[in-house]
């Protein structure tokens, strides 16, 4: 499907799509727990979907209306030989991995090839030094083990997803436990993410230290409640603003834990110079910022090497599109440059590289230089009513 807008500057106020982030995390809470728990503002992006599809595999009742999912854990983790479908979601497939190897029996979890080329090493060599099945193909793994609580240490420079996977498998075994982190930590405000939610639901679990992370044992309870509003996605929306769109957003949480809340602050110092901004720990940021300092003043982004490992290769990916642009962007070791350039429409077709970040950044762009992007579909996987969002806001994009 493609995109093809024409200069436009939006107005009006719009809520913040749900956090997907909060969202994986408070469907699995609900799991935990025991008990039947009712959670609304729930967007149904592919990733969410996947999840809620994982928890079904593994025998909760799971039923889901407009922005409302109830869920019913009474045959969570009793399905005899499940299979579970992660789709494209790296947060599915390394949430449910651990979860897996508590079963003590076959596990399957399948997904697109480009899933299975993210990195699963850390859960590899978990599974090797315990004497678990671990057989990784093009599309699946297929698991087999026992985890049991006990201390564990990980590394803090990976994806934090590994370290919340296992973090959910040992509330889930529900005795004493700990995660020792190797220094550096890397995304923490994603581990506190998972911390606030397993605490709504009665989890003892918490730092004790800046690298250890411990687990007592402790009675889950119900929890219902609605999802706060994101601001990896909200990012994108109020991008606009600084184009000079006139755009208020609302559902956005003061007090959040979201890494991503950082965008604002980020934005303001693109537009008053150019700045070195770290986003080691918000990498989801990555697409939107190098198209607002391109289209600003320029800067210098450090702690990109996670960025290889998402949904695309997103420094290579606006690389490719910026260039077709008139823009670029100029590699180093762990850090990126993006120069101020005089960002123009050539006629060339952009690519959203099956991703949602790559689309949705693009199409920050184009809304003042005009001009089409093809693979918009692929805004489904955390936001599929983006363009139907921002046309009510007056953009001037069309699909086909």
Do not use: W
Not at 377 to 385: L, W
């Amino acid at each position: 499907m493609k995109a093809t807008f024409k200069p436009s500057l939006l107005k009006g106020v719009i809520d913040a799509p749900p956090s997907k982030s909060m969202a994986h995390r408070y469907l699995i809470g609900a799991a935990l727990s025991g008990q039947v728990c009712t959670l609304t503002g729930i967007d149904y992006s592919e990733d969410i979907s996947a999840s809620i599809d994982c928890l079904k595999a593994l025998g909760a009742e799971v039923t889901t209306d407009t922005d409302t999912v109830v869920v019913d854990p009474n045959g969570f983790m009793q399905a005899k030989a499940p299979v579970l479908n992660c789709r494209e979601s790296g947060s599915t497939l390394r949430f449910f991995i651990p979860l897996a190897l508590c079963l003590g029996r076959p596990v399957i979890l399948r997904g697109s090839a480009r899933l299975f080329e993210r990195p699963l090493s850390v859960y590899e060599t978990l599974c090797r030094e315990n004497g678990f099945t671990f057989e990784k193909s093009e599309n699946s793994v297929t698991l087999c083990g026992a985890l049991k609580s006990g201390t564990y240490k990980m590394h803090g420079n990976i994806s934090s997803q590994f370290i919340t996977g296992l973090i959910l498998a040992l509330v889930y075994l529900g005795q004493d436990a700990a995660v020792e982190i190797i220094p550096p930590l890397e995304s923490r405000p994603y581990i506190d993410l998972t911390l606030s939610a397993l605490r709504s639901f009665g989890a003892d679990v918490q730092f004790t230290d800046e690298y250890k992370i411990e687990i007592k044992a402790a009675k889950l309870h119900a929890f219902s409640g609605k999802i706060e509003g994101d601001y990896s996605n909200a990012a994108f929306l109020d991008a606009f603003n600084f184009l000079g769109s006139d755009i208020t957003i609302r559902n956005l949480p003061p007090d959040s834990l979201q890494g991503d809340s950082v965008y604002t602050p980020y934005f303001e110092r693109l537009t008053t110079g150019t700045p070195t901004l770290d986003i080691s720990n918000c990498p989801d940021l990555g697409p939107v910022l190098f198209a607002l300092a391109a289209l600003k003043n320029g800067a210098v982004f450090t702690g990109t090497d996670r960025l290889k490992a998402k949904e695309s290769d997103r420094g290579a990916a606006m690389q490719t599109e910026l260039k077709k642009l008139g823009g670029g962007l100029i590699f180093d070791e762990n850090s990126i440059t993006v120069p101020k350039a005089d960002l123009a429409y050539r006629g060339e077709i952009l690519d959203g590289h099956n991703d949602h970040r790559i689309v949705m950044a693009l199409s920050v762009i184009l809304s003042k230089t005009g001009g089409t992007i093809d693979g918009v579909e692929a805004v489904r996987k955390s936001y599929p009513g983006f363009f139907e969002d921002i046309e009510k806001l007056g953009a001037k994009v069309e699909l086909a």
